[in-house]
């Protein structure tokens, strides 16, 4: 069983940035590299969407077209430590954000990109950024 746990939300004026890290304990099959990792948001009434997932290496990402250019993920597999960096944050990137864990997967190159697609997932933390 992998246990995430995020930390690092918190409060921001709009333009400004904020770093979700997310750590990976427990029984991991194989090493951590053999997860993808993505992270997720829920806002207040809405569903979880996707934000954005990179590969066991951390070399393949996608992002949604909404934070392109704004937010990235990276990896430390030695760490076993998941980021987020946001920048130019916006009113609307304001929600509870989620780690996820998929695998252990048997192709390396599998990146999935939406909520069926994880096997793991953190409690969550808020990002609330004001106007």
């Known amino acids: 069983q992998v246990q995430l746990v995020e930390s690092g939300g918190g409060l921001v004026q709009a333009g400004g940035s904020l770093r979700l890290d997310c750590a990976?304990?427990?029984?991991?099959?194989?090493?951590?590299?053999?997860?993808?990792?993505?992270?997720?948001?829920?806002?207040?009434?809405?569903?979880r969407e996707f934000v954005a997932a990179a590969s066991w290496s951390g070399v393949t990402t996608y992002y949604a077209d909404s934070v392109k250019g704004r937010f990235t993920i990276s990896r430390d597999n030695a760490k076993?430590?998941?980021?987020?960096?946001?920048?130019?944050?916006?009113?609307?990137?304001?929600?509870?954000?989620?780690?996820?864990?998929?695998?252990?997967?048997?192709?390396?190159?599998?990146v999935?990109?939406?909520?069926?697609?994880?096997?793991?997932?953190?409690?969550?933390?808020?990002v609330t950024v004001s106007e």
């Open 80 to 110: 076993k430590t998941v980021y987020l960096q946001m920048n130019s944050l916006k009113f609307e990137d304001t929600a509870v954000y989620y780690c996820a864990a998929a695998g252990p997967l048997r192709g390396r190159g599998t």
């Open 112 to 126: 999935p990109r939406s909520v069926s697609g994880y096997n793991y997932w953190g409690q969550g933390a808020q």
């Open 24 to 47: 990976a304990s427990g029984h991991t099959v194989g090493t951590f590299s053999s997860y993808a990792v993505g992270w997720f948001r829920q806002a207040p009434g809405k569903e």
